[in-house]
């Protein structure tokens, strides 16, 4: 369904609320990544060059109790902004009340301002009541009091249902006020969109990551859609439970086995797993390892697809139209178990005839790692989110939004 996006807007002079996904790492007040400011960067610009006040709201890490609000202030994130806009921002360190409302009357048009982190109200007088992330009505509809327009470009939020994002879209929808997708939701709906429900074909999903059960619902739902789903990663060796096959030490959910086995039944040659492994005596980088085909022998435990796999893995890759990626191949953030992650990411880069879309927060870190992040079509801004957009989940943030 089409949505309405802020480009159908008329933003000249207008108080224009944006929900944009600044839940960037920060450590110590340094924010580490900080692509999701990047990467929102456009629908802002957009509306300042029109002419438009752009009031931000976003959320930063979670808030339980009064303590954890300090070293979640947004302040340093409306310092990267400023400068990544070249413009001043004015920072409001509360999320409601006269102080920001007095700012936002005081904003010329084509100014900017960021609230405080959304989830300062999470924790209200010591007590943690959840009005942001539990979307209190009361709470979306005074935000939505403060404008004119709402802007969602929180495409890494959209699977959470705050007052920030749906709870604002609906107040405002009750005023008669319009609720527009911003140039990266748009981006990422697309993206992900098209390569779920209508991908060029071959479509080739690489799902890696520890564990079948976060990525069970995404199994499923690509099991029907996909030409063929990789699997690597940890996950594996519950699928060679699942297959009767030896796994050593390795990881393995015992109580997903039925499922693999159910997965491996229902995909037939679809699946694609690893057929060998490096193997390593502990979980520790300097660890003895070495590479193994098939069965993990005992006192081993698998780290990392080996390079049989990879050359399969290629091979199933090499003709591809659309590949989407989530989750490693083994535990790259260890240098002796990344090469598998490393060589997939690096085969992607080749693939120019084919949409290549990477989610998921681990994957994206790989690939930046690499370096070929800009060698891939689309690098999601969505964790969470991708993958519940993968499931084929309607996201509370994303339904919120208004159709054409
Ligand atoms: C994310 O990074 O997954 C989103 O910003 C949502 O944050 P959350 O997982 O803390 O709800
Ligand atoms: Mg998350």
Known sequence: MAKLTVSDLDLDGKKVLMRVDFNVPIKDGVIGDDNRIQ???????????HNGKAI???????IKKEDDKPALSLRPVAERLSNLLNKP???????????????????????????????YEDVVNGEYVKRESGNDPKLGEYWASLGDEFINDAFGTAHRSHASNAGIADAMRKDGKPVAAGFLMEKEIQFLGDAVN????????????????????V????????????????????FYAAKGMNIGNSLVEEDKIEVAKNILEKGGDKIVL?????????????????????????????????????AEFEDVLKDAKTVVWNGPMGVFEMPNYANGT??????????????????????TAA???????????????????SLEYLEGKALPGIAAIDNK
């Open 198 to 217: 209508n991908p060029q074909r071959p479509f080739v999903a690489i799902l890696g990551g520890a564990k079948v059960s976060d990525k069970i619902g």
């Open 274 to 310: 690893p057929v060998d492994s490096v193997v390593a005596k502990e979980f520790n980088n300097d660890a003895e390892h070495k590479v193994v085909e098939g069965d993990i022998p005992d006192g081993w435990m698998a780290l990392d697809i080996g390079p049989k796999s990879v």
């Open 367 to 385: 690939v930046k790692q690499l370096g070929v992040s800009d060698k891939l079509t689309h690098i999601s801004t969505g964790g969470g989110a």
């Open 219 to 238: 199994i499923d739902n690509l099991l029907d859609k996909a030409d063929k789903i990789i699997i690597g990663g940890g996950m594996t060796y519950t």
């Open 342 to 363: 490393l060589e997939i990411g690096k085969f992607l880069g080749t693939l120019s005839g084919a949409t290549t879309i990477v989610g998921g927060g681990d994957s």
């Open 89 to 119: 921002v004015t920072f409001v360190p509360v999320t409601e009340g006269a102080q920001l409302e007095e700012a936002i009357n005081n904003m010329a048009d084509g100014s900017v301002l960021l609230v405080e982190n959304t989830r």
């Open 56 to 62: 931000l709201f976003s959320h930063l890490g979670r």
């Open 39 to 49: 990467a929102a960067l456009p629908t802002i610009e957009y509306v300042l060059n």
